[in-house]
Nanobody, 121 residues
């Protein structure tokens, strides 16, 4: 399975914004797609996902109201617009297909390299 490719990370001051992008193969992309993140010394955690057909979205509590997930099905690309960034958002961000287990959302496919987001205080 071809891994997704994430981009758009960088260093930003607290309160700033970044937009992450993720491209994937046709086979991978025709699914609900999610963003996850892993901070140093912590487990990878769910951030947001978006359904393929109807575009329904779901967000983790820490990012609600600040992050927006979207997708362009014609470009096989999913985006994560991150506003009002906080130092605790610092992590490597990954995208993947998702497995929705109700209260828990996990990545289902192969993980890419991710993109580093660093938020300075």
């Amino acid at each position: 399975q071809v891994q997704p490719v994430e981009s758009g990370g960088g260093l930003v001051q607290a309160g700033g914004s970044l937009r992450l992008s993720c491209t994937a193969s046709d086979l991978t992309f025709k699914n609900a797609m999610g963003w996850f993140r892993q901070a140093p010394g912590k487990e990878r955690e769910f951030v947001a996902f978006i359904a393929y057909a109807n575009g329904n979205t779901r967000y983790a509590e820490p990012v609600k109201g600040r992050f927006t997930i979207s997708r362009d099905n014609a470009k096989n690309t999913v985006y994560l617009q991150m506003n009002s960034l906080k130092p605790e958002d610092t992590a490597v961000y990954y995208c993947n297909t998702i497995l929705n287990r109700g209260t828990v959302v996990v990545g289902r496919g192969s993980w890419g390299q991710g993109t580093q987001v660093t938020v300075s205080s």
